[in-house]
C-alpha cells in the first residue's frame, strides 16, 4: 500500500510560512516518507468506505490539535468567516489564540482512496492520499468539525466528498466541539 500527501494537504500540514499548530520537525517528504515506511499503531474506518484512518504515534513535537474549553480560557477564544481554498466560500470557525496544547501522542492520518481522490479532481500517483491529520492524546478520531460534514453533504463541488449527512455522528461532533475548540498560535 502506498501513501502520497495531496496538495491539499500539503499546504495545511506544512504551510510556507510554518506555525506552530502545524506539523512540527519534519518536512513533507520527510512525513510522506514515514507514513510509507512505518506500520500504522493501529487503522481505524473512516467516516466512509473510501476514508482510513492510520494513528501512528507521534515522532514529531506536534502539539494537539484542539484544547477543552474552560472557564479559564473562554475568553481566549475568536471567530471569523474563512474558506479552507480559493474556491470554497467561507464558513464560521472558532479558535482560540494564547492557548498552548499539550504535545499530542498520537498523529491520526486521514487518507481517502485514489478513486475518491481522482472524483473530487485530485490525481496521487499512490493507492491512498492524506487528506488532513489529527495530532491527539489517545490513539483515536476526533469527530470531525459539524461544517465539515455539512460541506462534504453538499458534494464535491462545494469542497466535500459527496457523503451524505449522518445526524447521529452529527450530533456527537456538535457535543464535542461544543466543548473543545482549534488553537492558533
Partial sequence: MSIALT???????????????????CTPEQFE???????????????????????HRNWTS??????????????????????????????LVRWFEGVDPPVAEYLVVILYSRDQLA????????????????????????PMA???MLRNALGVEEGGSGVPLDREAYRLAVEFWDNNA????
Avoid: M
Fill in 7 to 25: 496538495p491539499f494537504a500539503r499546504t495545511r500540514l506544512f504551510p510556507r510560512t510554518p506555525r506552530g499548530n502545524t506539523i512540527q520537525d
Fill in 182 to 185: 482549534n488553537w492558533r498560535p
Fill in 62 to 91: 506536534t502539539r494537539c490539535l484542539t484544547a477543552p474549553i474552560t472557564e479559564e480560557n473562554r475568553h481566549l477564544l475568536r471567530s471569523a468567516y474563512e474558506a479552507r481554498t480559493r474556491t470554497e466560500l467561507p464558513v
Fill in 119 to 142: 472524483k473530487e479532481g485530485t490525481a496521487v500517483d499512490a493507492d491512498w492520499g492524506v487528506v488532513g491529520c489529527l495530532y491527539t492524546v489517545t490513539p483515536e478520531e476526533i
Fill in 146 to 148: 459539524p461544517i465539515t
Fill in 33 to 55: 516518507r514515514h507514513l510509507n515506511e512505518h506500520a500504522p499503531f493501529k487503522v481505524l474506518d473512516g467516516y466512509a468506505p473510501f476514508c482510513k484512518l492510520h494513528v
